[in-house]
């Protein structure tokens, strides 16, 4: 779990229970990822480093600094041996996982990159940026292989299917769209969600995806048809209260409160 205090916190995923914080970073945490054998997390930070925590001892065994900007995502690739990450530097980096060593610099997008995922066989990485676009890079010769156009705002989330054939992207323009990844074509656009939409993943099969957005919900839709098949939305612990006229909260606190369920209306 990533978070705003600069702790990562290990949760059992069976009874809820928070087994491990891990502080060190010093600005807010933006992502993190198990390596492929699991046992390794990678984290990213508005801080600027990458951390490597061993989950045997939780502690943290390498901190880098690879990016002039806040670092939005860090993700591992297939055989373990590189970490693709993603930064308002505008830029993509693939890094050595064992030495930290910047492999490739991949320079492209004209906005702040939001996103970067290795494709399911390794060779290709996907990245989404503030640009409006979503670009697939060669990781060998970090050549810009295409460039997918469509999206009207900024694109935070870029997935890969389970089979490499199709790309999921979403973001600010509150759709999802998914793309054939030989042809650049986009194939479905998924309209539903009323606020940005922040992450995605497809299942394990690939023929559902989960999308996750600010308006609080999360909505399974069908890869096939575009059918959102399921809208989650969790209880929020001030559902349908009403706060207004209550006196000594500032404009934050308002904020938080109507965040968590809260409302303002006349009785």
Known sequence: MHSFSGHIRIWDINTGECLHNLPGHTGWVTSVTFSPDGQYLASSSMDKTIKIWDIATNKCVKDWQVHTNWIWSISWSPDGQKLATASLDKIVKIL????????????GHTNWVWSAVFSPDGK???????????R????????????????????????????????????????????????????????????????????????????????????????????????????????????????????????????????????
């Open 96 to 107: 050595d996982a064992n030495t930290g060593e910047c492999l490739k610099t991949f320079f």
């Open 124 to 134: 290709i990485l996907a990245s989404s940026s503030s640009d409006q676009t979503v």
């Open 136 to 267: 697939i890079w060669d990781i060998d010769t970090g050549e810009s292989l295409k460039v997918f156009h469509g999206h009207t705002n900024q694109i935070f989330g870029v997935r890969f299917s389970p089979d490499g054939k199709l790309i999921a992207s979403a973001g600010t323009d509150q759709t999802v769209r998914i793309w054939d990844l030989n042809t650049g074509e986009c194939m479905k656009v998924l309209p539903g969600h009323t606020n940005q939409i922040r992450t995605l993943a497809f299942s394990i099969g690939g023929n559902a995806i989960a999308s996750g957005s600010a308006d609080g919900t999360i909505k399974i839709w069908d890869v096939q048809t575009g059918e959102c098949l399921r809208t989650l939305q969790a209880k929020r612990p001030y559902e349908g209260m009403n706060i207004a006229g209550i006196t000594g909260l500032n404009e934050a606190e308002k904020a938080t409160l109507k965040a968590l369920g809260a409302e303002v209306y006349s009785s």
